[in-house]
């Protein structure tokens, strides 16, 4: 195995600080296709996750059958219940963040969107 000379290789400061890219797009960033990346780079509120999430519930709920085997049931029913469960969070969030009467939820939030993630603070 032959190492690289010293005067080669990037300083440790270097080697720490992350790129641009995957500060922008995250760990993951070298696996999305670039439609997908376009899709990623555009602004999501919570509202959408719960619209993609009660299609993903119902498509399932009409997939589980009386007929079914046993094991293929069981596992059904089990992803059924946990996306229930993530429904249930996301409303549990929304309600923390608008609170009763929505004033304090709803600055909060137009406080943290007008904020850039990728700015240092």
Known sequence: MTQTPASKRPSRAAQRKPSARRLRHGFYAGLFTAPEQKLLDQPILLEDE????????????????????????????????????????LERIRVLLRGKDGEAGNAIL????????????
């Open 50 to 89: 719960e619209k993609l999430l009660r299609v993903r519930i119902l498509r399932l709920a009409r997939r589980i059958t009386l007929d079914m085997d046993l094991k293929d049931e069981l596992g059904s029913v089990g992803a059924l219940a946990r996306m229930i469960q993530m429904m249930a969070t």
């Open 110 to 121: 137009e406080a943290l969107s007008e904020l850039d993630p990728y700015d240092e603070l």
